[in-house]
């Protein structure tokens, strides 16, 4: 077996572990921190795939911006600590359901995946890397490239614009302070 | 390359693990004996009123989305800032022209009040 292979079953095991934990969690905030620990561990598989940029984004995308997000969330409802009831009618079953329908689509993809012998050959080079992906950014993709950050600029002025438009009726001077 | 995340790996453990070495080894070390005023919130003062879970306004969430925005951004500065050495002076005022288009969604916001503390 080899130190990658190791290395796959020691971070999936890991990552089966933390999102148990994270679903028994009582606390949204544990749950929450859980959740972090398990992208973080995800990003750790996408290294070993090689694709060292996708363990980037993931660690500040999924572990930064995203956890922050639902801690905002949790922060905004107030959220207690969780009991175990059924606040929904059912959902326990569509949970059920929703694990078996997975676990059969699972097991076709697996199923009709290809031999080990006519897998494609693996990617040579650095293909992925950070440094390949910042030469293709700053050559052939430039004008995509600043395309983002007017995209980035539209969704801040709408975000800024949506959340005003909420607090409109009240008075900024009165409430701020 | 990957002896060189071995590195990084390494270090993470290290990070991990000396915070769990002092806060372990106090709680292994300390005598336990609780008591009623021990566990109160404060041992002089006033108790707390009310939950310590409260609800923040919802104009909060302001703040994580512009968080998010410019975490995005930061995404394009790591393949830039790696490949900065051979790309020369034009990712650099690339780079500016991306940095100065999302600085004028910062000011926007900034002037708007967006970041005031409501």
Same mark, same amino acid.
């Given at each position: 077996?080899?130190?990658?292979?190791?290395?796959?079953?020691?971070? $999936?095991?890991?990552?089966?572990?933390?999102?148990?934990?994270?679903?028994?969690?009582?606390?949204?905030?544990?749950?929450?921190?859980?959740?972090? $620990?398990?992208?973080?561990?995800? %990003?750790?598989?996408?290294?070993?795939?090689?694709?060292?940029?996708?363990?980037?984004? *993931?660690?500040?995308?999924?572990?930064?911006?995203?956890?922050?997000?639902?801690?905002?969330?949790?922060?905004?409802?107030?959220? *207690?600590?969780?009991?175990?009831?059924?606040?929904?009618? $059912?959902?326990?079953?569509?949970?059920?359901?929703?694990?078996?329908?997975?676990?059969?689509?699972?097991?076709?993809?697996?199923?009709?995946?290809?031999?080990?012998?006519?897998?494609?050959?693996?990617?040579?080079?650095?293909? $992925?890397?950070?440094?390949?992906?910042?030469? %293709?950014?700053?050559?052939?993709?430039?004008?995509?490239?600043?395309?983002?950050?007017?995209?980035?600029?539209?969704?801040?002025?709408?975000?800024?614009?949506?959340?005003?438009?909420?607090? *409109?009726?009240?008075?900024?001077?009165?409430?701020?302070? | 390359?990957?002896?060189?995340?071995?590195?990084?790996?390494?270090?993470?453990?290290?990070?991990?693990?000396?915070?769990?070495?002092?806060?372990?080894?106090?709680?292994?070390?300390?005598?336990?004996?609780?008591?009623?005023?021990?566990?109160?919130?404060?041992?002089?003062?006033?108790?707390?009123?009310?939950?310590?879970?409260?609800?923040?306004?919802?104009?909060?969430?302001?703040?994580?989305?512009?968080?998010?925005?410019?975490?995005?951004?930061?995404?394009?500065?790591?393949? !830039?800032?790696?490949?900065?050495?051979?790309?020369?002076?034009?990712?650099?005022?690339?780079?500016?022209?991306?940095?100065?288009?999302?600085?004028?969604?910062?000011?926007?916001? !900034?002037?708007?009040?967006?970041?005031? !503390?409501?």
């Amino acid at each position: 077996m080899s130190a990658e292979v190791l290395l796959f079953y020691v971070v $999936g095991a890991l990552l089966l572990l933390s999102a148990g934990a994270m679903i028994r969690s009582n606390d949204p905030v544990h749950a929450a921190l859980w959740m972090v $620990g398990n992208f973080l561990l995800t %990003a750790v598989l996408y290294l070993v795939l090689q694709a060292p940029f996708i363990a980037a984004v *993931q660690v500040i995308v999924y572990a930064g911006a995203i956890m922050v997000l639902f801690l905002f969330v949790v922060m905004l409802l107030g959220a *207690q600590p969780m009991t175990r009831s059924e606040p929904i009618a $059912g959902h326990r079953a569509t949970a059920v359901f929703g694990l078996v329908a997975l676990v059969a689509l699972l097991s076709v993809a697996v199923a009709r995946a290809p031999a080990a012998g006519r897998m494609p050959p693996p990617l040579t080079g650095d293909f $992925g890397s950070p440094e390949a992906i910042g030469q %293709a950014l700053f050559t052939d993709w430039v004008l995509p490239f600043e395309w983002v950050s007017l995209m980035l600029l539209v969704a801040l002025i709408g975000a800024v614009m949506i959340a005003r438009f909420g607090s *409109q009726s009240e008075d900024p001077e009165e409430t701020s302070g | 390359m990957t002896e060189n995340w071995a590195f990084v790996a390494i270090f993470a453990l290290l990070s991990l693990s000396i915070p769990l070495i002092a806060l372990g080894m106090s709680w292994a070390l300390r005598p336990k004996r609780p008591g009623a005023i021990k566990q109160s919130t404060y041992e002089c003062g006033l108790e707390t009123v009310g939950e310590t879970w409260v609800q923040f306004k919802v104009q909060y969430y302001l703040f994580a989305l512009i968080f998010v925005l410019f975490d995005v951004e930061t995404i394009f500065l790591y393949p !830039w800032a790696v490949a900065y050495g051979k790309l020369g002076l034009f990712a650099l005022g690339e780079m500016f022209v991306f940095l100065g288009i999302l600085a004028v969604g910062l000011i926007y916001a !900034w002037r708007k009040g967006a970041l005031e !503390w409501v």
